[in-house]
């Protein structure tokens, strides 16, 4: 165990747009830094993401997710003041006198890193649902496809029932008529769409239907799916007898939203809040993204679930923040992390961020 | 839509292209197999038709693969005789037994 054991001054767990920006940025600002992540490459979700970004040039605009992780991996590998673990995970958070101490294993092999500041930007899992047989092999999370049809060229089958029409459902379903696989229906418990417009528009114009209001069952099945049971609900989002249809899938795509993932936090009795707007439990922080551990930041996901352009941003206000923790306040760094949050701000303008700023005006009040 | 000729390993994409890697053999259940070295072994099960990842020991239900990512448990099988490996993120290599636990 000896020989393993390290001292850094600032350490990042995950290496997806959250993490690996604010990696550059404290690399950027002059300092040093260890980034560790648990895959074997960078880029968190963002490999698996074939659609073109939106937004600005600084975030990557008419990219696409993969690309932007390759470019990510060329700009680490460019700062010889940025050291990248790979295969590494994190998996035990201790506090002792002023230093964090994380639990990583390295190729199998554990190790400590004993370290004065720590970013956690772990992003964030898939939900699951309750409903009959929702444990049959053939219901899959939509990433989790997403994962198989875009990272690795597998189709997980035929003929898709897809579940949820948020931004994610959408454009894994659109996703998976590229890759020629059949999407019988998109189906959603709310009367409305609730993803992006552009995404929505293109799936329609495939012709695939998207049924609001409905709900799946149950699952169909021996050994697999062979096909799924929904229905329509009422206005209390309950089941209407009579509705049932049965659709002939091989696979059933969740795409029913993500929890942040908080593990590392909970194990330092960090405060956390449950507010469900932005994803579950996520943790408490201030203005700098410090949590309520000096000396720990969260960044992206993590902090509350919302999309790759805004866990960049964070991540460097999150890294801003410690490398000034570590290496001192200037006026470059005061400047420019008031830069990074009218950024954010901007953003945040859309109608679609609305339910994010009613979460973090909870989380502000503490509560 | 559904292919007469389905094949799980998608050949043709508008904008992804797949770098074939080296095919290895590898065995499921004792019978032999092919994937591409270092994919994760989930895929290779299922670019070979498999799906069933494990039986549950009490109620016998079958489960198979979910999360991807090394966060659900959903996938764990036995792999060269080590138990309770998670294949959505455990890379293929040449001659590898996996049997489900
Ligand atoms: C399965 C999935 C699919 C998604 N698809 C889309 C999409 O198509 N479009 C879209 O806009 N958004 C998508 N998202 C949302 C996505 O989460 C954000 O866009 C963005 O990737 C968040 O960035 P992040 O850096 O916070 O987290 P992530 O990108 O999730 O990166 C976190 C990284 O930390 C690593 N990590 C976690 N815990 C540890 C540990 N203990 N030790 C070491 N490493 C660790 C993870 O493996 C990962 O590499 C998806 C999310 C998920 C989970």
Same mark, same amino acid.
């Given at each position: 165990?000896?020989?393993?054991?390290?001292?850094?001054k600032?350490t990042?767990?995950?290496?997806?747009?959250?993490?690996?920006?604010?990696a550059?940025?404290?690399?950027?600002?002059?300092?040093e830094?260890?980034?560790?992540?648990?895959?074997?490459?960078?880029?968190? /979700?963002?490999?698996?993401?074939?659609?073109?970004?939106?937004?600005? !040039?600084?975030?990557?605009?008419?990219?696409?997710?993969f690309e932007?992780?390759?470019?990510?991996e060329?700009?680490?590998?460019?700062?010889?003041?940025?050291?990248?673990?790979?295969?590494?995970?994190a998996?035990?958070?201790?506090?002792?006198?002023? !230093?964090?101490?994380?639990?990583?294993?390295?190729?199998?092999k554990?190790?400590k890193?004993?370290t004065?500041?720590?970013?956690?930007?772990?992003?964030?899992?898939?939900?699951?649902?309750?409903?009959?047989?929702?444990?049959?092999?053939?219901?899959?999370?939509?990433?989790?496809v /997403?994962?198989?049809?875009?990272q690795?060229?597998?189709?997980?089958?035929?003929s898709?029932?897809?579940?949820?029409?948020?931004?994610?459902?959408?454009i894994?379903?659109y996703?998976?008529? /590229?890759?020629?696989?059949?999407?019988?229906a998109v189906?959603?418990?709310?009367?409305?769409?609730?993803?992006?417009?552009?995404h929505?528009?293109?799936?329609?114009?495939?012709?695939?239907p998207?049924?609001t209001?409905?709900?799946?069952?149950?699952a169909?099945g021996?050994?697999?799916v062979?096909?799924?049971?929904?229905? !329509?609900?009422n206005?209390?989002?309950?089941?209407?007898?009579?509705?049932?249809k049965?659709?002939?899938?091989?696979?059933?795509?969740?795409?029913?939203?993500?929890?942040?993932?908080?593990?590392?936090?909970?194990?330092?009795?960090? !405060?956390?809040?449950y507010i469900?707007?932005?994803?579950?439990?996520?943790?408490?922080y201030d203005e700098?993204?410090?949590t309520?551990?000096?000396?720990?930041?969260?960044?992206?996901?993590?902090?509350?679930?919302?999309?790759?352009s805004?866990?960049?941003?964070?991540?460097?206000?999150?890294?801003?923040?410690?490398?000034?923790?570590?290496?001192?306040?200037?006026?470059?760094?005061?400047?420019?992390?008031?830069?990074?949050?009218?950024?954010?701000?901007?953003?945040?303008?859309?109608p679609?961020?609305?339910?994010?700023?009613?979460?973090?005006?909870?989380?502000?009040?503490?509560? | 839509?559904?292919?007469?000729?389905?094949n799980?390993?998608?050949e043709?994409?508008?904008i992804?292209?797949?770098?074939?890697?080296?095919?290895?053999?590898f065995?499921?259940?004792?019978k032999?197999y092919?994937?591409?070295e270092?994919?994760?072994?989930a895929?290779?099960?299922?670019?070979?038709?498999?799906?069933?990842?494990?039986?549950?020991?009490?109620?016998?239900?079958?489960?198979?693969f979910?999360?991807?990512?090394? &966060?659900?448990?959903s996938?764990?099988?036995?792999?060269?005789?080590?138990?309770?490996v998670m294949?959505?993120?455990?890379?293929?290599?040449e001659?590898?037994?996996?049997? &489900?636990?």
């Amino acid at each position: 165990m000896k020989g393993n054991d390290i001292e850094r001054k600032i350490t990042i767990i995950g290496a997806g747009p959250a993490g690996l920006k604010a990696a550059i940025t404290i690399a950027d600002l002059g300092g040093e830094v260890l980034l560790v992540d648990e895959n074997p490459y960078v880029g968190g /979700q963002l490999v698996k993401q074939t659609h073109k970004f939106f937004g600005s !040039k600084e975030l990557y605009c008419g990219l696409r997710g993969f690309e932007i992780a390759k470019i990510f991996e060329e700009e680490i590998k460019k700062r010889s003041n940025i050291e990248l673990f790979l295969n590494a995970c994190a998996v035990g958070l201790y506090l002792e006198n002023n !230093k964090k101490i994380v639990a990583l294993v390295k190729n199998e092999k554990l190790m400590k890193i004993t370290t004065d500041v720590l970013i956690i930007a772990t992003g964030a899992y898939e939900n699951f649902l309750l409903f009959e047989n929702n444990d049959l092999p053939g219901v899959y999370g939509a990433g989790a496809v /997403q994962t198989l049809v875009n990272q690795y060229g597998v189709r997980p089958g035929k003929s898709c029932l897809m579940v949820g029409s948020g931004n994610i459902g959408l454009i894994v379903a659109y996703q998976l008529l /590229q890759a020629d696989i059949e999407v019988k229906a998109v189906i959603e418990i709310l009367p409305k769409v609730t993803g992006w417009y552009v995404h929505y528009a293109k799936l329609k114009r495939c012709g695939v239907p998207i049924l609001t209001s409905h709900t799946i069952l149950k699952a169909i099945g021996k050994d697999e799916v062979e096909g799924a049971v929904i229905c !329509k609900v009422n206005r209390n989002l309950k089941p209407i007898k009579g509705t049932e249809k049965r659709l002939k899938v091989d696979f059933i795509c969740l795409a029913v939203g993500l929890t942040p993932f908080t593990d590392l936090l909970w194990q330092i009795n960090a !405060k956390l809040l449950y507010i469900p707007e932005l994803g579950g439990f996520v943790p408490y922080y201030d203005e700098n993204y410090e949590t309520s551990i000096p000396g720990i930041f969260v960044c992206g996901d993590v902090s509350g679930i919302e999309e790759a352009s805004t866990a960049m941003i964070e991540g460097e206000i999150a890294g801003i923040s410690a490398y000034e923790k570590i290496y001192g306040k200037r006026k470059e760094t005061e400047a420019l992390k008031e830069k990074k949050k009218k950024e954010l701000f901007a953003l945040r303008k859309g109608p679609h961020s609305k339910k994010i700023l009613i979460g973090l005006k909870k989380l502000k009040n503490g509560y | 839509m559904p292919k007469e000729n389905y094949n799980p390993r998608i050949e043709i994409h508008p904008i992804l292209n797949f770098e074939k890697k080296k095919l290895v053999k590898f065995y499921f259940e004792g019978k032999e197999y092919y994937g591409y070295e270092d994919e994760p072994i989930a895929c290779a099960l299922i670019a070979n038709g498999i799906k069933v990842f494990h039986i549950t020991k009490e109620k016998k239900r079958k489960r198979g693969f979910f999360c991807a990512i090394g &966060r659900c448990s959903s996938c764990l099988m036995k792999v060269d005789g080590k138990k309770n490996v998670m294949v959505c993120i455990t890379r293929l290599k040449e001659g590898m037994k996996i049997e &489900r636990q």
